[in-house]
C-alpha cells in the first residue's frame, strides 16, 4: 500500500507500507508525512485535507487526532469520484508501474 497526497502545485511525500492499514496506522502515517507535506507544499498559506472515505479515514480516532492537530479537513459527500482526483493519479501510476514491470518495491 501507498500513501501519498498532490496539490495543484506538486506532490508530498509517499509512504509506502505492508498489509491493510487500520486507524492507528494510518495515524502514525498521517504524523510523519502530512505536515512535511503541508509545510512544503503550502507555506504558511491556508489548505483543505481531503480524503475517501475508506475505513481508516473515517474512524473517529484519527477524526479526533485530525482536529487535534487542527488540520482542516473539507467535508465531502460519500461516492463523489469528481472530487477525488488522486484516484485518476493512482490509475496513471498503476499503468505506467505496470509497463515498467518492476520487481521489488525499490
Known amino acids: 500500500m501507498v500513501w501519498g497526497c498532490l496539490v495543484a502545485k506538486g506532490v508530498g511525500n509517499l509512504h509506502f507500507f505492508t498489509g491493510t492499514i487500520k486507524a492507528p496506522d ?6 510523519v508525512n502530512l505536515r ?19 475505513r481508516p479515514h473515517t474512524a473517529k480516532i ?13 467535508e465531502r459527500p460519500a461516492a463523489s ?9 493512482w490509475r496513471i501510476l498503476k499503468r505506467n508501474m505496470a509497463q515498467r514491470r518492476p520487481r521489488n518495491i525499490q
Open 62 to 74: 484519527k477524526k479526533t487526532w485530525l482536529r487535534t492537530k487542527r488540520v482542516p479537513v473539507l
Open 26 to 31: 494510518y495515524i502514525r502515517v498521517l504524523e
Open 36 to 54: 512535511p507535506s503541508v509545510q512544503r507544499l503550502f507555506g504558511r498559506r491556508r489548505y483543505l485535507f481531503h480524503q475517501d472515505k475508506a
Open 81 to 89: 469520484p469528481d472530487l477525488s482526483p488522486i484516484g485518476n493519479f
